[in-house]
């Protein structure tokens, strides 16, 4: 499974930005899609998940901002990134896993978005 994210860059605070995966090899239809980050000097944290039944969730400091959905005709999955602030900065990293195929888990190579107060 190969993952390119895009959709990065830079905008002042308040603004958005949308971040898109595309995925192509064997895409399995039980799978969790997920959105993570990471800031300079910081560990790689959970920003949303979304589920093959279309369930989703969001990490604390993203809820009411940031909206994950998934596009199962393109195999792509989308961040909807509204009313940015400065600590949203950092890499975005796209993720699928299935859940209890350990082996079944990929990342794309990051995307950097970076907000400006």
């Known amino acids: 499974v190969q993952l390119v994210e895009s959709g990065g860059g830079l905008v002042q605070a308040g603004g958005s930005l949308r971040l898109s995966c595309a995925a192509s090899?064997?895409?399995?239809?039980?799978?969790?899609w997920g959105w993570y980050r990471q800031a300079p000097g910081k560990e790689r944290e959970l920003v949303a998940i979304i589920t093959s039944g279309g369930r989703t969730n969001y990490a604390d400091s993203v809820k009411g901002r940031f909206t994950i959905s998934r596009d199962n005709a393109k195999n792509t999955v989308y961040l909807q990134m509204n009313s940015l602030k400065p600590e949203d900065t950092g890499v975005y990293y796209c993720?699928?896993?299935?859940?209890?195929?350990?082996?079944?888990?990929?990342w794309g190579q990051g995307t950097q978005v970076t907000v400006s107060s």
């Open positions: 090899g064997t895409i399995v239809s039980i799978a969790v």
């Open positions: 993720n699928v896993r299935r859940p209890l195929v350990a082996e079944y888990n990929y």
